[in-house]
């Protein structure tokens, strides 16, 4: 599809085109200058000007052009995109929720409390800590708030001073360094061994004193579980550090392990990956975060709790960290989030984590002989791969195949993921793929190995049937620039 068939929306407009009449205001008119001041007023914005049936066009087509879960299989790896169950839209659009306002009195808002309150103690028990908080509004807010927490602790047993340093395990998500350096910490990293866990003789070396904890996450993003975790936490505490766990990847245990008892002393849920709630595009989240006892007077405030028969929202925490989000966070990712689980119950819960495994899995078996595992075990909730032998005997590399993946109608995986992983193709299709639409995404991933072996340039050039073709993407990093500037003559 050329660019000429979808010109934006400003080329759309002509001057004084209108899609609606705006109602009359009954309230006398007075210039802006008089009202904010000659130097608050800037020349008018050019904004488009278009009827209404090019609005709804242009807007009809955008959704087009976009590819999310709602299309097809969005197996990106290290991310959990899971399918958003339309039910929690419904019960998250009931005008007892989505018209409560933040400031109005407890006593009037007792359902919306109950339902936090409930939230809180179910994430707690999933996760196998005693408490927990929903105010962080990302994953990589709530792992700052545990470091920050972690921080606190230290300091109040007289060992800020000497506590500086956080490990984190070369196949880390990129936010855990970036999170403990914005608490304040060096990062000391500790190695992989040859089965994909954390190297147990590498850990003991880098223990110390100046250690305040390790962030580790498990299910690791090698796609595996850490068969060593009790033992690594066990080191660590022993060492005085605590230990925080990275729950991007909890997706592989709900209802079947828990954090808590493999000896993590806090961690962070992403409601909008685990809990089915929305996810990216910058929009709001949740990352709530679960803790042990110990950490749980450094919650940030307010905290939901109850009294008597009463729902209250507590300020009076002196050892708090502090505030993070305004008002309570995100509210309908919580009531959206409480009615997944509830949709499941106790019993079924599980079959989400068990069935994403399979899935996963099945994909690991099915591609094994053209993209073997870079750690050749059975996977949890995502599959790493990679395409190092294609690449020896083609020279295709796995980003091309990923573009090419794109005219096979599927959105690409998560390329070069972890690091030490050579052409990764970390693959995660989620509990809710059948059998079905995983042979077609496995079958054109093999297509695309038996068209590097043939036709290269093929691969290499690709995506042939996308709406662009390839980007220069070391450009875009480079010179970033996104701002549409109107021609001379775009709106006459």
Same mark, same amino acid.
């Given at each position: 599809?050329?660019?000429?068939?979808?010109?934006?929306?400003?080329?759309?407009?002509?001057?004084?085109?209108?899609?609606?009449?705006?109602?009359?205001?009954d309230?006398?008119?007075?210039?802006?200058?008089?009202?904010?001041?000659?130097?608050?007023?800037?020349?008018?914005?050019?904004?488009?000007?278009?009827?209404?049936?090019?609005?709804?066009?242009?807007?009809?087509?955008?959704?087009?052009?976009?590819?999310?879960?709602?299309?097809?299989?969005?197996?990106?790896?290290?991310?959990t995109?899971?399918?958003?169950?339309?039910?929690?839209?419904?019960?998250?659009?009931?005008?007892?929720?989505?018209?409560?306002?933040? +400031? !109005? $009195?407890?006593?009037? &808002?007792? @359902?919306?409390?109950?339902? %936090?309150?409930?939230?809180?103690?179910y994430?707690? =028990?999933?996760a196998?800590?005693?408490?927990?908080? +929903? !105010? $962080?509004?990302?994953? &990589?807010? @709530?792992?700052?708030?545990? %470091?920050?927490?972690?921080?606190?602790?230290?300091? =109040?047993?007289?060992?800020?001073?000497?506590?500086?340093?956080?490990?984190?395990?070369?196949?880390?998500?990129?936010?855990?360094?970036?999170?403990?350096?914005?608490?304040?910490?060096?990062?000391?990293?500790?190695?992989?061994d040859?089965?994909?866990?954390?190297?147990?003789?590498?850990?003991?070396?880098?223990?110390?004193?100046?250690?305040?904890?390790?962030?580790?996450?498990?299910?690791?993003?090698?796609?595996?579980?850490?068969?060593?975790?009790?033992?690594?936490?066990?080191?660590?505490?022993?060492?005085?550090?605590?230990?925080?766990?990275?729950?991007?990847?909890?997706?592989?245990?709900?209802?079947v392990?828990?954090?808590?008892?493999?000896?993590?002393?806090?961690?962070?849920?992403?409601?909008?990956?685990?809990?089915s709630?929305?996810?990216?595009?910058?929009?709001?989240?949740?990352?709530?975060?679960?803790?042990?006892?110990?950490?749980?007077?450094?919650?940030?405030?307010?905290?939901?709790?109850?009294?008597?028969?009463?729902?209250v929202?507590?300020?009076?925490?002196?050892?708090?960290?502090?505030?993070?989000?305004?008002?309570?966070?995100?509210?309908?990712?919580?009531?959206?989030?409480?009615?997944?689980?509830?949709?499941?119950?106790?019993?079924?819960?599980?079959?989400?984590?068990?069935?994403?495994?399979?899935?996963?899995?099945?994909?690991?078996?099915?591609?094994?002989?053209?993209?073997?595992?870079a750690?050749?075990?059975?996977?949890?909730?995502?599959?790493?791969?990679?395409?190092?032998?294609?690449?020896?005997?083609?020279?295709?590399?796995?980003?091309?195949?990923?573009?090419?993946?794109?005219d096979?109608?599927?959105?690409?995986?998560?390329?070069?993921?972890?690091?030490?992983?050579?052409?990764?193709?970390?693959?995660?299709?989620t509990?809710?793929?059948?059998?079905?639409?995983?042979?077609?995404?496995?079958?054109?991933?093999?297509?695309?190995?038996?068209?590097?072996?043939?036709?290269?340039?093929?691969?290499?050039?690709?995506?042939?049937?996308?709406?662009?073709?390839?980007?220069?993407?070391?450009?875009?990093?480079?010179?970033?620039?996104?701002?549409?500037?109107?021609?001379?003559?775009?709106?006459?």
């Amino acid at each position: 599809m050329s660019h000429a068939d979808y010109p934006l929306i400003f080329e759309r407009g002509r001057r004084g085109r209108i899609g609606c009449n705006p109602p009359v205001s009954d309230i006398p008119r007075l210039p802006l200058e008089d009202l904010l001041g000659t130097n608050a007023v800037r020349e008018p914005a050019v904004l488009p000007e278009v009827d209404e049936l090019d609005l709804v066009r242009h807007f009809t087509n955008l959704s087009r052009r976009s590819y999310g879960i709602d299309n097809g299989l969005y197996p990106l790896g290290s991310c959990t995109m899971k399918y958003n169950p339309r039910v929690n839209e419904v019960t998250a659009s009931l005008p007892g929720f989505a018209r409560i306002h933040p +400031l !109005q $009195p407890q006593q009037t &808002a007792q @359902g919306c409390l109950e339902l %936090l309150h409930d939230l809180q103690m179910y994430l707690a =028990e999933i996760a196998g800590f005693d408490t927990a908080t +929903l !105010q $962080p509004a990302a994953g &990589a807010a @709530g792992e700052h708030l545990c %470091l920050m927490m972690i921080k606190r602790y230290h300091e =109040e047993r007289g060992e800020g001073e000497t506590r500086k340093v956080m490990l984190v395990p070369d196949t880390a998500h990129g936010t855990n360094p970036a999170s403990a350096a914005r608490t304040g910490y060096s990062v000391r990293h500790v190695a992989t061994d040859a089965e994909g866990n954390t190297n147990l003789a590498e850990l003991r070396a880098a223990l110390d004193d100046s250690v305040a904890g390790m962030m580790l996450t498990n299910p690791n993003t090698l796609g595996l579980f850490e068969r060593t975790i009790s033992e690594a936490c066990d080191m660590v505490h022993k060492a005085g550090g605590l230990v925080f766990c990275d729950g991007a990847n909890m997706n592989a245990l709900v209802g079947v392990a828990r954090p808590g008892d493999m000896g993590f002393d806090c961690m962070h849920l992403n409601l909008h990956k685990t809990f089915s709630t929305p996810h990216g595009g910058g929009g709001p989240g949740c990352g709530a975060i679960a803790t042990q006892r110990n950490l749980e007077p450094f919650l940030p405030a307010p905290v939901v709790v109850k009294r008597g028969n009463e729902y209250v929202l507590d300020h009076d925490r002196p050892r708090s960290v502090g505030r993070v989000h305004s008002f309570y966070g995100n509210f309908l990712l919580a009531v959206r989030a409480l009615t997944y689980i509830l949709a499941y119950g106790h019993d079924r819960l599980a079959d989400v984590a068990k069935h994403a495994v399979l899935n996963a899995n099945y994909v690991r078996a099915k591609l094994r002989d053209v993209y073997p595992a870079a750690y050749d075990r059975v996977c949890m909730h995502e599959c790493v791969l990679t395409g190092d032998p294609v690449k020896e005997r083609t020279g295709v590399r796995v980003l091309d195949i990923s573009k090419r993946l794109i005219d096979y109608g599927f959105h690409p995986m998560t390329n070069y993921f972890p690091l030490i992983v050579h052409e990764a193709m970390m693959i995660e299709p989620t509990e809710t793929e059948n059998k079905e639409t995983l042979d077609r995404f496995c079958d054109a991933l093999r297509s695309i190995a038996e068209e590097a072996e043939k036709d290269p340039e093929l691969v290499q050039s690709a995506p042939h049937h996308a709406v662009v073709g390839r980007l220069d993407e070391v450009l875009a990093v480079k010179q970033l620039n996104v701002r549409w500037k109107p021609a001379s003559d775009s709106t006459e």
